[in-house]
Structures are given as C-alpha cells and as structure tokens.
C-alpha cells in the first residue's frame, strides 16, 4: 500500500480547472508533513511545481496551486493548456525505524481533451 | 543557476552492478543545507527515491533497497555516484539525479535522467 494515493488520471478540454488529489495513508504517522508536486514530461528534466504545500517557485505559471487539509493535499490547474499534459506526483516524507524516507505519490496522468 | 546530468552505461547485465554519476555544475556539492539525491522511474511505474550523500558523506537509503546501493559523493570533481549492485531486469528504469535542501525536503533541480535497461 502506497503512503500517497492519487487519482491515476484526470482530464479537462483547454481552459478548464481541474484538481489531483494526493491522500496520505492512515498507516502513516506523517499528517502534518509538507507535500510537494512535480510535473514529468517525456524527454525534459521534472520540474518542482509547488513546495511546502502552498508555494510556487519562480517562474512557475500561477495558473498552477496548492493546498493541503488534514492527510490531504491538492494541486489544481485552472486555465488548462495543452502543455499541461503531463504527469504529476506529489511527495512528501516519512518515518521509518531507519528515520525519515522520501516518499511519492502514485501519480496521475493529465490529458487535455 | 544550478544544473545536475546523469551519466553512465545504459545497458547492465543481471546480476552485475549499476553505477551512474551525477555532475553538478552552477553550484557545490560542499554545500551544508543541501541533500544529494537518486530517483528512479520504472516503465510504466511511479517515480521511488533511492536515496541521498550529505556532502560529509553521510547517506540514507530507501529500506526497500538499502542491501544493494550505495550513494557516495566527490567533492574534488562536484559529483555524486550511485552503485546498485545484483541487478535484475526490475531494476530498469529512468534513473534522475536532483538536489533536495535540508529544510523543506523537496527536489529541485532534477536531471533529465538517464534510461538504464537490465538485460543479457
């Protein structure tokens, strides 16, 4: 069972919003842990999309947001484009009799109708 | 600005050893507040962190793998390496090297990653 559940796939036609969710397992001690999410485009490096669950860095469209409520997390796209089809994972950490581990999300595929 | 670039073989017979390589330009690896880091991505998979080097040459590893890799780090040459050794055709994956702060956990930048294929 993975720490981090999201939907496997969402879609929306150009201009539309749409919201991925990212829910932390019960099992896991982490609630309160920051989420970050990244986006993965076949042939270019994965690009940090929001850290600290809220945070956009610096040239990062503001079309793209966070948000996070209890063991659930959320990145929504408003303004969908075409260049958002992608894949995004969220992360976070966790604990472990080792100490703490990075952990991803299961990810989700966005396609632009 | 920072930039980080995997290399090595992309092609491992099973059972052997992995061994990839991240440069880091625009940047140090001597740096205090930064974890370095290797993720991967099997075909048709999620992305699963492997593990990171503290520039002192401290490393944790992800406990599912913690038996066969090893991170180290050059600070001479601004490169960190990954060594995965008794490989088998699971371990084929897009292999990414990224820089990760100590205070906030998360990843950037990344490399464009390197496709590495387990196969005799």
């Known amino acids: 069972q993975s720490v981090l559940t999201q939907p496997p796939s969402v879609s929306g036609a150009p201009g539309q919003r749409v919201t991925i969710s990212c829910t932390r397992s019960s099992s896991s001690t982490g609630a309160s842990y920051d989420v970050h999410w990244y986006q993965l485009i076949p042939g270019t490096a994965p690009k940090l999309l929001i850290y600290d669950n809220t945070n956009r860095p610096s040239g990062v469209p503001d079309r793209f947001s966070g948000s996070k409520s209890g063991t659930s997390a959320s990145l929504a796209i408003t303004g969908l484009q075409s260049e958002d089809e992608a894949d995004y994972y969220c992360q976070s950490y966790d604990t472990s009799l080792s100490g703490w581990v990075s952990v991803f999300g299961t990810g989700t595929k966005v396609t632009v109708l | 600005q920072v930039d980080l670039q995997e290399s090595g073989p992309r092609l491992v017979r099973p059972s052997e050893t992995l061994s990839l390589t991240c440069s880091v330009s625009g940047g140090s690896v001597r740096s205090d507040v930064h974890y370095w880091t290797w993720i991967r991505r099997p075909p048709g998979k999620g992305l699963e962190w492997i593990g990171y080097v503290y520039y002192s040459g401290t490393a944790n590893y992800n406990p599912s793998l913690k038996s066969r890799v090893s991170i180290s780090i050059d600070l001479s040459k601004g490169q960190f390496s990954l060594k995965l050794n008794s490989v088998t055709a699971a371990d084929t994956a897009f292999y990414y090297c990224?820089?990760?702060?100590?205070?906030?956990?998360?990843?950037?930048?990344w490399g464009q990653g390197i496709q590495v294929t387990v196969s005799s």
């Open positions: 990224a820089r990760q702060p100590t205070r906030g956990l998360w990843f950037d930048p």
